[in-house]
């Protein structure tokens, strides 16, 4: 069974910049289609924060556009999120996700992160 557990969150002053990872237990066989991040504030829905597929396309949520890049990391199996120029409107809980073909995406628990004014 496939687990992800983020890190790298915390809280960081406005202006400062931040790196997530993603750590993968388990084997998942699927190919993977794609991959990301995705942040939900209290009291908002879920939102994408920025994914790369399988044909190294990214993709960026519209907040966050110019200030955020994704990566994968050494193995290839799960995503880097780097962001910088933080806002306080970027305090939410982080999620990875990493979706194979065929079934529906792995989620992590997710991991806060906190931007002080």
């Known amino acids: 069974q496939v687990q992800l557990v983020e890190s790298g969150g915390g809280l960081v002053r406005s202006g400062g910049s931040l790196k997530l990872t993603c750590t993968m237990s388990?084997?998942?066989?699927?190919?993977?289609?794609?991959m990301g991040w995705y942040r939900q504030a209290p009291g908002k829905q879920r939102e994408l924060v920025a994914a790369?597929?399988?044909?190294?396309?990214?993709h960026f949520g519209a907040a966050v556009k110019g200030r955020a890049s994704i990566s994968r990391d050494s193995s290839g199996n799960t995503p880097v999120l780097q962001m910088t120029g933080l806002k306080p409107e970027d305090t939410a809980v982080y999620f990875c996700?990493?979706?194979?073909?065929?079934?529906?995406?792995?989620w992590g628990q997710g991991t806060q992160v906190t931007v002080s004014s």
């Open positions: 388990g084997t998942e066989r699927r190919p993977i289609n794609a």
């Open positions: 790369i597929d399988s044909a190294d396309e990214t």
């Open positions: 996700n990493v979706s194979p073909y065929g079934r529906a995406g792995h």
